[in-house]
């Protein structure tokens, strides 16, 4: 198939209406599996996966993902393949798409994504970067709606994450915002999200009837929130920053049993993990009733699932049973002595 193929980089590149259709998608292929009745629908096909950092829920969601459906998946680990190192990012990507249906790339810096993106000829799905985690999202967004508190849908949903200003809070601001959610980050100032991500929220939200708050005011952001969450208060580079965020964030912005007994008593507790058990959010939290986080890890699969049936499935095109026949016929004769 050679149509310029559609990315999944940024949830912003969407409409409210193709991100719910893909929802939609992730539910039925979730009611298929667990009927035992995953289609085959990606039969034959193939996804190269780039990892630049470590994972377990994104890497085996996207693996087993493959397998569920019928095709088949790649690791393809930096030092092993030549990306960017004596090879360009756009010549990988180019090879790759001669082989492979789909790429799914986690890449230290943005740019190396759209710049995949820009050379492939196959879709390319953001597995994370230094930006943003649409994949995750996607997959808290469908959590969400599983979990919907009684009487309530979507649009009236408060989500309120607590902590730094994180790619997965990059991504979940947007997408919230853009399907008609009500968005509240929590932290100290210094940690906030950016004013140009609270940009791209207020016109989501103007857009769409939602809503975006920023704030260090912990107890009046959870006096009403539906649904909690939290991420990481550093990651692999920010380590000379940990007494410094350790003290902006502790005590007041960590999820503790005392946080939760502020907010409602529906509101679940959401982390995109991995966690650190005791920093960010205590035992209790993560153990507790109103945790909701491996149901949401177990989903990562599920959206994959979806999300490469939307970008993969329309591509391809299986021979007619009589091509088939005639190519087998015709390689059979060959082979014969
Ligand atoms: N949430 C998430 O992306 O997990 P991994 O880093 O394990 O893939």
Known sequence: MTDQPRHFIDTQDFTREELLRIIDLIGLLKAADKDGACPKLLAGASLGMIFEEPSTRTRVSFEVAMTKLGGHALYLKPGEIHLGVRESIGDTARVISRMVDVIEARTLKH???L????????PVINGLTDYNHPTQVICDVFTMIEHAPVG???TDFKLVFIGDATNVCSSLLMVSTQLGMHFTHAAPKRY???????????TNAAASGGSLTVTDD???AVRDADFIYTDLWWWIGQEAEIPDRTSAFMPDFQINEALLARAP???KFMHCLPASRGVEVTDAVMDGPRSIIFDQAENRLHAEKGLLVHFVYPR???PSSDLASYHRGRIESFLKP
Not at 192 to 202: C, F, K, L, N, T
């Open 316 to 318: 391809l095109s299986p």
């Open 115 to 122: 710049d995949l993106a820009a050379n492939a000829t196959v």
């Open 218 to 220: 912990v107890d009046a």
């Open 192 to 202: 906030q999200a950016p004013e140009a991500w609270q940009a791209i929220g207020r």
């Open 111 to 113: 740019q190396t994504v």
């Open 265 to 267: 008593a529906h509101a």
């Open 152 to 154: 309530k849908s979507l």
